[in-house]
């Protein structure tokens, strides 16, 4: 399906072109579909198309040699699916990329976007927000329990889809969620029931955050990232100091400082002590402060 100069505007990635950019953009630009369950691409198949998605969701995972897959990414509305493709300079794709659900894919032929040299500075600033994001996620796994990471996991789906933490369904399939966290899927079904003890309950796909203030101690309150956290950011706003909606004035100016200061969290006590992922058994996880 042919795409238009007008949908080009739209995407944050060709915002920066002129009007004679896009037009040339969009000359040589589709759009497909692609259903449930299908590839949009193989591991090993000729790179030859950038890929944006315009609605669904993609998974990008290899396969081990025993066939087991690591999800990298699960991608959504407007990102972009193999942006690194373009300035790696790879003849072919070194991952998969399958449609969680029916999506339509913006496809674009990656020679072009290698050449429009007016694209480049909005490249390389998606390609370091990505970057940042995985460094963040392996400070993480140095840092925190398999209950820790699975409590922050269901935090940034809760607030990344928009849902209401006092109960949702999980987007995924709990296997994806599992693949995308490299927890193997019995692992992570026991780590679901163990977080009933810090304040999150899971029946099937239905998840509630019962106590958030406990959720904030025993996962955001061990994590090295957590100061500059947006995904605690929109907690906040669901933990006590909230009536009908409103924050109190002392929440109010709590959130205030805590904005100011890069919302950094209060001292708080220890929560309950679990071993790093990762860890050498008998130490502990670090204190709060």
Same mark, same amino acid.
Do not use: W
């Given at each position: 399906?042919?795409?238009?100069a007008?949908?080009?505007k739209?995407?944050?990635?060709?915002a920066?072109l002129?009007?004679?950019?896009?037009?040339?953009?969009s000359?040589?630009?589709?759009e497909?579909?692609?259903?449930?369950g299908?590839y949009?691409?193989r591991?090993?198949?000729?790179?030859?198309?950038?890929?944006?998605?315009?609605?669904?969701?993609?998974?990008?995972?290899?396969?081990?040699?025993?066939?087991q897959?690591v999800t990298?990414d699960?991608?959504?509305?407007?990102?972009c699916?193999n942006?690194d493709?373009?300035?790696?300079?790879?003849?072919t794709h070194?991952a998969? +990329?399958? /449609?969680?659900?029916?999506? #339509?894919i913006?496809?674009? =032929?990656?020679a072009?976007? %290698? *050449?429009?040299?007016d &694209?480049?500075?909005?490249?390389?600033?998606?390609?370091?927000?990505?970057?940042?994001?995985r460094?963040?996620?392996?400070?993480q796994?140095?840092t925190?329990?398999s209950?820790?990471?699975?409590a922050c996991?269901?935090?940034?789906?809760?607030?990344?889809?928009q849902?209401?933490?006092?109960?949702?369904?999980?987007?995924? +399939?709990? /296997?994806?969620?599992?693949? #995308?966290l490299?927890?193997? =899927?019995?692992?992570?079904? %026991? *780590?679901?029931?163990? &977080?009933?003890?810090?304040?999150?309950?899971?029946?099937?796909s239905?998840?509630?955050?019962?106590?958030l203030?406990?959720?904030?101690?025993?996962?955001?309150?061990?994590?090295?990232?957590?100061?500059?956290c947006?995904?605690?950011?929109?907690?906040?706003r669901?933990?006590?100091?909230?009536?009908?909606?409103?924050?109190?004035?002392?929440s109010?100016l709590?959130?205030?400082?805590?904005?100011?200061?890069?919302?950094?969290?209060?001292?708080?006590?220890?929560?309950?002590?679990?071993p790093?992922?990762?860890?050498?058994?008998?130490?502990p996880a670090p204190?709060?402060?």
């Amino acid at each position: 399906m042919p795409v238009s100069a007008e949908i080009l505007k739209s995407v944050p990635l060709f915002a920066s072109l002129n009007a004679s950019q896009r037009t040339q953009v969009s000359a040589v630009a589709d759009e497909i579909t692609v259903a449930h369950g299908a590839y949009l691409y193989r591991y090993g198949d000729s790179l030859d198309h950038f890929h944006i998605i315009r609605h669904g969701t993609i998974q990008v995972f290899r396969a081990t040699p025993a066939g087991q897959e690591v999800t990298s990414d699960i991608l959504g509305i407007g990102d972009c699916i193999n942006i690194d493709d373009i300035v790696t300079r790879r003849h072919t794709h070194n991952a998969n +990329a399958r /449609a969680i659900d029916g999506a #339509r894919i913006l496809r674009l =032929p990656i020679a072009l976007l %290698r *050449t429009t040299h007016d &694209l480049m500075p909005r490249i390389l600033s998606v390609l370091t927000e990505r970057l940042d994001g995985r460094r963040r996620e392996a400070e993480q796994r140095a840092t925190l329990s398999s209950a820790q990471i699975v409590a922050c996991e269901l935090q940034q789906l809760c607030a990344t889809h928009q849902l209401d933490p006092a109960g949702f369904e999980l987007p995924y +399939a709990k /296997a994806l969620i599992a693949s #995308r966290l490299h927890i193997e =899927p019995e692992t992570f079904s %026991r *780590t679901l029931k163990r &977080l009933r003890s810090y304040g999150i309950t899971v029946h099937g796909s239905q998840v509630h955050f019962t106590d958030l203030e406990t959720v904030d101690r025993f996962a955001c309150g061990h994590c090295p990232v957590a100061d500059d956290c947006a995904t605690r950011h929109v907690f906040s706003r669901h933990r006590p100091g909230i009536t009908n909606g409103v924050l109190t004035e002392k929440s109010r100016l709590l959130a205030v400082k805590e904005a100011h200061d890069g919302y950094a969290p209060q001292a708080r006590g220890p929560a309950a002590a679990e071993p790093h992922a990762g860890s050498r058994p008998g130490v502990p996880a670090p204190a709060d402060g």
